[in-house]
Nanobody, 114 residues
Framework: VQLQASGGGLVQPGGSLRLSCAASGSIFSIIAMAWYRQAPGNQRELVAT???????NYADSVKGRFTIARDNAKNTVYLQMNSLKPEDTAVYYC?????????WGQGTLVTVSS
């Protein structure tokens, strides 16, 4: 299984970005997909998850600003990020949880700065 993340970049405070993460390979049963982020000097932290049934969960720091969504037909997960703040600057990683397996993407850098 391979994950390809894209969509990162430089954006001004208050702006928006949409991240995508496409999963390919032997994918038979996705339990959940998620986005994490890691800022310089910090541990990796959970941003948002979406379960196979569609239920979602968000970190308190992004609630009301970020939206996770999934296209089941494309095995792709998205993260719509609005009202971005400088503290959202980080490398964003996606992962996919299959029965007995967890796979990570390579990360995409999001920089929020004026």
């Amino acid at each position: 299984v391979q994950l390809q993340a894209s969509g990162g970049g430089l954006v001004q405070p208050g702006g928006s970005l949409r991240l995508s993460c496409a999963a390919s390979g032997s994918i038979f049963s996705i339990i959940a997909m998620a986005w994490y982020r890691q800022a310089p000097g910090n541990q990796r932290e959970l941003v948002a998850t979406i379960l196979s049934g569609g239920s979602t969960n968000y970190a308190d720091s992004v609630k009301g600003r970020f939206t996770i969504a999934r296209d089941n037909a494309k095995n792709t997960v998205y993260l719509q990020m609005n009202s971005l703040k400088p503290e959202d600057t980080a490398v964003y990683y996606c992962n996919v949880r299959l029965p007995g397996r967890l796979y990570w993407g390579q990360g995409t850098l999001v920089t929020v700065s004026s």
